[in-house]
């Protein structure tokens, strides 16, 4: 292939990608195969391997994606004010961080709040755990130069885990308002209870399912123990009959016959 041709078929696949991770989630494997089959018949077979091998990202990678791509500034405001925050944990005083980290957070919360519209005019409600992994996959991308690239091309695919960076020095050397610190209560005890509540209407739902399997299960063996008491009558009407056409037949032939005069 010349390096000419090399270059088409970058262009032709990164013009693809770019349309996959842009379209609407739940038409993410569609549209996936359908630009696989496009590339295929222009050609590109090698683009369109690579397309039909893309992840699907999930459901809050995607948001993000559509954040990055409409919003570029937002994503490049959280890496900027974390490296600031970070610079002032180590040079600044107690409310020079604090104001450093509150900055940071902020942004993390601009970009959340903007993946939760996204999601919103989709249709989908965030949920707090969801809500809680977005926040942590902004965290993690502002010091993992791999992932932010993908985000920043619109093509994230998963969700990153990561420590809080900055979660002892709130503890500790800046201590947080009240309100914050009722707030963060007020925010783990809903998660708790959430989890709770999800975990009781699995368990009820497997206790639905498992009735509904039993009185299935009755259902299929009466009907079965009926339908052999069914063959079994009918069988033996079936005999029955057989046995009343032959002496019918019998009786036919008989009168046919000629009678003997005594």
């Given at each position: 292939?010349?390096?000419?041709?090399?270059?088409?078929?970058?262009?032709?696949?990164?013009?693809?990608?770019?349309?996959?991770?842009?379209?609407?989630?739940?038409?993410?494997?569609?549209?996936?195969?359908?630009?696989?089959?496009?590339?295929?018949?222009?050609?590109?077979?090698?683009?369109?391997?690579?397309?039909?091998?893309?992840?699907?990202?999930?459901?809050?990678?995607?948001?993000?994606?559509?954040?990055?791509?409409?919003?570029?500034?937002?994503?490049?405001?959280?890496?900027?004010?974390?490296?600031?925050?970070?610079?002032?944990?180590?040079?600044?005083?107690?409310?020079?961080?604090?104001?450093?980290?509150?900055?940071?957070?902020?942004?993390?919360?601009?970009?959340?709040?903007?993946?939760?519209?996204?999601?919103?005019?989709?249709?989908?409600?965030?949920?707090?755990?969801?809500?809680?992994?977005?926040?942590?996959?902004?965290?993690?991308?502002?010091?993992?130069?791999?992932?932010?690239?993908?985000?920043?091309?619109?093509?994230?695919?998963?969700?990153?885990?990561?420590?809080?960076?900055?979660a002892g020095v709130e503890v500790s050397e800046v201590a947080r308002h009240p309100?914050?610190?009722?707030a963060e209560r007020l925010r783990v005890e809903r998660e708790r209870r959430e989890?709770?509540?999800?975990?009781?209407?699995?368990?009820?739902?497997v206790t639905a399912l498992e009735r509904a399997v039993d009185d299935a299960r009755?259902?299929?063996?009466?009907?079965?123990?009926?339908?052999?008491?069914?063959?079994?009558?009918?069988?033996?009407?079936?005999?029955?009959?057989?046995?009343?056409?032959?002496?019918?037949?019998?009786?036919?032939?008989?009168?046919?016959?000629?009678?003997?005069?005594?």
């Amino acid at each position: 292939m010349s390096e000419k041709e090399s270059i088409g078929v970058d262009l032709a696949l990164n013009a693809a990608l770019d349309e996959l991770y842009a379209a609407p989630f739940d038409s993410f494997v569609s549209v996936r195969r359908e630009l696989s089959m496009r590339l295929r018949g222009s050609g590109n077979a090698s683009a369109a391997r690579l397309v039909a091998q893309a992840a699907k990202p999930t459901r809050t990678a995607w948001a993000l994606n559509q954040v990055a791509r409409a919003h570029p500034d937002i994503i490049a405001a959280i890496v900027r004010l974390r490296e600031a925050a970070s610079d002032e944990q180590k040079t600044g005083d107690a409310q020079t961080i604090r104001d450093g980290v509150r900055r940071y957070r902020d942004a993390v919360g601009v970009a959340v709040r903007a993946a939760r519209s996204t999601l919103a005019a989709d249709g989908v409600a965030l949920s707090p755990t969801q809500a809680r992994r977005l926040s942590e996959t902004l965290q993690a991308l502002s010091t993992d130069a791999s992932e932010r690239e993908k985000l920043a091309s619109g093509r994230l695919t998963r969700d990153v885990e990561v420590e809080d960076l900055f979660a002892g020095v709130e503890v500790s050397e800046v201590a947080r308002h009240p309100k914050e610190r009722e707030a963060e209560r007020l925010r783990v005890e809903r998660e708790r209870r959430e989890r709770e509540r999800a975990v009781e209407e699995a368990r009820a739902h497997v206790t639905a399912l498992e009735r509904a399997v039993d009185d299935a299960r009755k259902i299929s063996v009466d009907a079965e123990r009926e339908a052999r008491r069914a063959q079994y009558d009918s069988d033996k009407a079936a005999r029955a009959l057989a046995e009343l056409e032959r002496k019918l037949d019998q009786a036919r032939d008989n009168l046919k016959k000629p009678q003997r005069v005594l």
